[in-house]
């Protein structure tokens, strides 16, 4: 995402990154007026990544707007840091509180976090930062509302240099039996519990408004979802102990559970971690060692109200890894069900618009394959209806793509032999590469594709030929199994093809039986 970097260093490179995340459009004032803020980063003797005589910056400010769902939001700032140290950047204004990330990078080109913020309209602020060999740095401000950034640091060293810290985290890891377990869950709430309470007087004590005091409680002292995270280690490793971790959590819970409000929209981490609360209970309440889709969605819609559930139910269908493509047990057709429901459910605008643009997608995804033509390795046409009568399993692929050699050795290792002597089935091959070079490359080194498949390209077209446009894809691997009638049947997702259990060969098995018959 950074897309500019500081060059000739002799002995350190420095970039400092500042990633402001708008989360809400709550106003706390009504002075058009800018924050500002400077700083210098130190470094210490005896304590020394680099000295500041070596800083040596040729690149001035990067700028980079995103949209704001469901990607991150919010914008990217690179301040430029001179020889000294010293930096300076201002974030415009906005009318709402928002949370903005620090981060700088140091000598050994590793990323340094200084912490996360709540920014307000108006805020002067003076910061030093103590760069530390251990990684483990010291940061103060100073300045109009400086009150709130000195609190909301003390409350990440809480978390993060206190109780991150504490022997008994790490113990959770090696225990080995039941009587360990149970010792084990009976000193981990007591431990949150604690350090739940110190963040909370932390923040009742500061001089803030009662908005921005829930706000960092919700972001900050929030210890249920890190409780939680443990909780659910602790059952993966001893599922045969489920009634003992769901006693712990049923008795427990409701001391470190934060009920949501309209502010809990200011705070990402919350929406974050609420959707894997609800996937832990679901464990807890099935017999089943994975989440149920609909008993998750349906919580989602019980449990929260209004603009926190709109942006909970956004996070659950567009998180690329947790999200609903994550849920394999579930069917297209009940992820598609959810989606559908979840249209008619949310009414923020941004993400209704973003839900109805999967729906389009999804729609083509459903019914007869689109038709179209590619080109082979003779530079020829190929059209994809001549596969017509067959049983079609679609791979795109380009070179360098690690999922995508993933995919096809676990073809090659499992499924393959099952089907590699059906004459009614075959495998087309997709490259989506501009080059011709690297598909044939591609195609040499047997990590992508065999020359036995049906091997063709989308040309110079890349990804914006009209089969991929169709479907919304925009990499690779995306798989696709399509039966003798060109209907489409599956479409994987990108998990289950990346695990060697998938299941989706038996989708293949049924389309030949069926025509065989």
Known sequence: MITSAINNMTHLKILLAIFISINSVLSFGQNPSTSSFSGQIVYQPNNIIGSPSAIDVKSIVTYVKFDEYPKFGGDIQTPRVDKSGEF??????????????????????????????????????????????????????????????????RLNNEMWRNYMKDPLITEIQTIKNLKELKDVLERLIRLTLKHQSKSNNLIENSNLNYDLKKILKYEFADYHSDWVFRLDLLLKKFPQYKDVIRDSYVNNSHMLYIPPTSLSTFAPTYIRTAV??????????????????????????????????????????????????????????????????????????????????????????????FITDFITLDNKKFNIESLSGKVILIDTWFLGCAGCANFHALYEKNIKKKFDTDTNFVYLSINIDKKKDDWIKGIKSNL??????????????????????????????????????????????????????????????????????
């Open 276 to 369: 894997a609360k609800i996937k832990f209970e679901s464990r807890l309440d099935s017999s089943s060692a994975k989440s149920d889709l609909k008993y998750v969605y349906d919580e989602i819609k019980t449990k929260f109200k209004n603009d926190i559930r709109d942006k909970i139910i956004g996070r659950l269908i567009f998180a690329s890894m947790t999200g609903i493509r994550s849920y394999d047990q579930s069917s297209d057709i009940e992820k598609d069900s959810i989606i559908m429901d979840a249209y008619q459910t949310v009414t923020e605008p941004h993400i209704k618009e973003t839900i109805e643009s999967r729906m389009v997608v999804n729609s083509k995804k459903i019914g007869k394959l």
């Open 448 to 517: 992508y594709t065999s020359d036995k498949n049906t091997n063709v390209s989308t040309g110079s077209l890349g990804v914006g030929h009209p089969f991929l446009i169709n479907y919304g894809i925009t990499g690779g691997p995306f798989v696709m199994i399509v039966d003798r009638d060109m209907k489409i049947l599956s479409i994987p997702s990108l998990i289950s093809i990346s695990t060697e259990n998938s299941g989706f060969e038996k989708v293949i098995e049924k389309a030949l039986m069926r025509h065989s018959n």
């Open 88 to 153: 300076h950047f201002s974030i415009p204004y906005l009318g709402k509180v928002h949370k903005f990330q620090m981060f700088y990078e140091d000598a050994g080109k590793k990323w340094r976090w200084t912490g996360g913020f709540y920014q307000e309209p108006g805020d002067q602020i003076k910061i030093k930062i103590y760069a530390k060999m251990d990684g483990i740095d010291s940061i103060s401000f100073q300045g109009e509302g400086a009150e709130k950034y000195n609190l909301t640091n």
